[in-house]
Every structure is written in structure tokens, then in C-alpha cells.
């Protein structure tokens, strides 16, 4: 008798496995899925994955309920174990569309998104290793702040197009992140309200990139911002070329290849479970807000295999030197008005990052004697002059708030305005 009841039991316990697959597999249709639990749109290859799980399912429920009366009670409970973590996942998805905001909403959607190339914020490019993917934003950079996403040519801020409009000053801002976080817009602006006359309008294009150094400033102008036929340009640099600084010497290579590798896909270990798990997601990115992986270090460098902070070898500053002096006399022999900066920093040694610190000091000893060289052909602005040392602006090492963003902006408004009505 006991027995039989083992077996009724066995047999009623795999038609309710049966009947919640069919529940289970239903709500896993793309189309129902997409609708209700899904936090944006599903994606090609999500869709025919999700079809093909959610037709399994359905087949598996089926074949089980036919079966029920020979299927062993092992093998309904693991299907039913199966069901139930996928009962918990769709119910914390739908709690989350339910429950929380729509900022929670496309962080965790934008997580996802993180992991396929297209979401990546960045592409590699074949002369200037990368650059920003279109209409995809930067995340996890509390130092820039919330940046717009590249615009068309893979730059912050709107499209760019090679005709000048009639009446149009045009000015290229070349540098690393401290250009693409954002004072060239701060820049424009001041531009335009403080034109004296306010006839001519300009247009202020930000050509800067994180991680970039004067080696990948001096190839995008050459390639690409000439064809833009700017007016002015502005190179604020100084910071970046510590990453290509205390190898030995041996090593050292002027193109900085000894530090810098082709862009690579990231590899994300976990991929499928952030993709698949809003719960798993969730913690992930809680935990670890970061992951390696989000950021360019992994994509785009070499091991460095010292990595004191001495700053000893002048040598390791020929290239920044020399960068800055071809960008210098390629814009002048092309009618370019041009604007050179310091990179001022803060002076407070709890801030991250501030062991570059002596770089930047030597790389902007270096800035000026060039401009000391190109005497008054040039703009010189001395912006670690007039900025280093107001720590109140500084994010950390060398970015800086909107404050800060807005003192470099007139700053070099001002030296640019200054020459126009000499």
C-alpha cells in the first residue's frame, strides 16, 4: 500500500511539474516575456535564445505529463527545481518594473548591455586604437561625471560635420579625459556670450578621449580633426604619458608601444549569468561596481613592470615634447590659431591618483618651455598656475567639478577672445 501511495504521489507531483512548466513556459514566450518582465527590448539573438528555452520547456512539460506514470520522482523534482529558480527570477523581475524607479530600471539595463561589443563604450580603431561608440554613454567614471553618449565620430558631444557653416569659428579641443569630461562645452558657451560684437558664432568640437596621450592627439589632428578645418586648437595634455613612463629603458619605445596593445574585446567571465539573472546582475554590480572589464586598462595596456612612481628618465619625455611641437607647427602651417595649456591638478595627496602627480609636474615644465619656444605665435595658457592647489575643484588627481570645468573655459576664452581684437 505504501507503495502505491509512493507512486500516486510520484505520478500527481509530475503532473503539477507538468503544469507549471506550462505556466513557466508561456511567460517565457519572447513576446509575453518582453512585455512583462524584460527591462527594455529584447535583442536578436535574446529573442531566438529565449524562443528556443521557452519551446523546450513547453516540450519538456508535455513529454512529462504524457510520461508522468514512468518518469521517476528524481527527475520531476529536478525539473521542478529548474522551474522554481526561473519562478524566482521572473518574480523578481517583475518587482523591480513594479517596485522601482526608472533610474534602477536603466541601470540595470545599461549593465546588460555593458557585456554584448555594441554596448561596450568603446571600438577599436585602426590609427587611433579606439574611440567612443556611437550613441553609447561611458559608465562607472564618477571622476567625469554622467557624459552624454559619442556622438558620430565617436567624440563627446553632438555630431560633428565636416562642412563649416558660414560664420563659424571652429575649435578643436584635443586632449585625454580631462578634455572629453567636458570643459569645451563650458568653453562654447562662454565663447558665444562673451564675443565682443556676438556676430560670429563658434563651435567648440571635443576631441578628447580617456586614456588618450599627446601619441594618439597628434594622429587623430593629423588624420582627422584637419579635415574639420578648425580655426583654433587647443591642447591640453600632460597627464596620460605617465602611463607609458617607468619602464626600463631598454623598453621604452617612442611610440609607446611598450605600453599601449591594440584595442581587444574585454572578456567577461561571467557574461551569461549578468545577462540571464536580474537577481545575479543586481548583486554583481553592487559588490563591485567596476568590474574590470567596464574599463579601458584591461583593453589597451601592457603590463607595466615597475610601477614605482620616481619619474627619473628625462627621456621618457622626448615624444610628449615632441607631439606637442608637431601638433604646434602643423596647425600653423595650416592658418591655425593655436592654444596650448597646462594641466593643472590638485595638491592633496589623499586624492586618487595622486601619485602621477610628479609627472605631471615635469610634463607641464615641458609645456612650457615649448611654448616659451614658439614665443608669440601661440596662446599660452597656464592653467596649473592658476588652477593647482584649489582643491575644492578637483575630483581627484586632475578632474575636475563643473566649477573647475568653468575656470578652464574662461580661462582660455579670455587668452582666445583677447586675440581676436588685437
Not at 560684437?197 to 582627422?224: C, D, I, Q, R
Not at 591640453?236 to 581587444?264: I, L, M, Q, T, V
Not at 614605482?308 to 628618465?313: D, E, L, P
Request: hydrophobic share 40%; charged share 20%.
Amino acid at each position: 500500500m505504501q507503495i502505491e501511495d509512493k507512486r500516486d504521489f510520484a505520478i500527481r507531483f509530475a503532473a503539477f511539474a507538468s503544469a507549471a512548466g506550462g505556466v513557466i513556459g508561456l511567460l517565457l514566450l519572447p513576446y509575453v516575456f518582453e512585455k512583462i518582465f524584460s527591462m527594455g527590448s529584447l535583442r536578436a539573438g535574446e529573442w531566438s535564445g529565449l524562443m528556443t528555452f521557452s519551446v523546450c520547456v513547453l516540450v519538456l512539460s508535455a513529454l512529462l505529463y504524457f510520461f508522468r506514470k514512468n518518469v521517476s520522482s528524481s527527475l520531476a523534482l529536478v525539473f521542478f527545481s529548474l522551474l522554481l529558480l526561473i519562478a524566482v527570477e521572473l518574480t523578481a523581475r517583475l518587482s523591480v518594473k513594479i517596485f522601482a524607479g526608472k533610474a534602477t530600471i536603466q541601470t540595470l539595463r545599461e549593465e546588460c548591455n555593458l557585456t554584448y561589443i555594441d554596448g561596450s563604450a568603446y571600438k577599436g580603431h585602426p590609427f587611433l586604437q579606439f574611440t567612443g561608440n556611437p550613441k553609447v554613454a561611458l559608465q562607472g567614471t564618477k571622476a567625469l561625471g554622467k557624459l552624454p553618449p559619442y556622438n558620430n565620430f565617436g567624440f563627446i558631444g553632438p555630431d560633428f560635420h565636416y562642412e563649416k557653416p558660414a560664420g563659424v569659428i571652429r575649435v578643436a579641443c584635443l586632449g585625454e579625459s580631462t578634455t572629453a569630461d567636458g570643459y569645451p562645452g563650458f568653453l562654447e558657451s562662454y565663447l558665444n556670450k562673451n564675443h565682443p560684437g556676438g556676430k560670429a558664432h563658434f563651435e567648440v568640437m571635443n576631441f578628447g578621449h580617456p586614456y588618450w596621450t599627446t601619441n594618439h592627439s597628434v594622429v587623430n589632428f593629423m588624420l582627422n580633426v584637419l579635415d574639420f578645418h578648425p580655426d583654433y586648437v587647443v591642447i591640453h595634455h600632460g597627464w596620460n604619458e605617465e602611463r607609458a613612463r617607468n619602464f626600463p629603458p631598454a623598453e621604452f619605445r617612442g611610440d609607446y608601444s611598450h605600453a599601449y596593445k591594440s584595442w581587444e574585446k574585454p572578456e567577461i567571465p561571467d557574461k551569461i549569468p549578468i545577462r540571464l539573472s536580474i537577481i545575479y546582475r543586481y548583486i554583481k554590480f553592487r559588490i563591485d561596481k567596476t568590474p574590470e572589464w567596464t574599463t579601458l586598462a584591461g583593453s589597451i595596456h601592457t603590463h607595466r613592470k615597475d610601477s614605482g612612481t620616481s619619474y627619473s628618465n628625462p627621456d621618457e619625455l622626448k615624444p610628449f615634447r615632441r607631439n606637442l611641437e608637431n601638433i604646434i607647427q602643423v596647425a600653423l602651417a595650416n592658418n591655425i590659431k593655436v592654444v596650448l595649456t597646462t594641466l593643472p591638478h590638485s595638491t592633496d595627496s589623499k586624492m586618487p591618483l595622486y601619485f602621477a602627480h610628479a609627472s605631471v609636474d615635469q610634463c607641464n615644465a615641458v609645456t612650457r618651455s615649448v611654448a616659451s619656444g614658439f614665443s608669440d605665435r601661440i596662446y599660452f595658457v597656464d592653467l596649473d598656475s592658476l588652477l593647482t592647489g584649489n582643491n575644492k575643484i578637483f575630483k581627484d588627481l586632475g578632474h575636475v567639478t563643473d566649477a573647475g570645468r568653468a575656470m578652464k573655459a574662461e580661462a582660455i576664452g579670455k587668452a582666445m577672445l583677447k586675440g581676436l581684437t588685437q
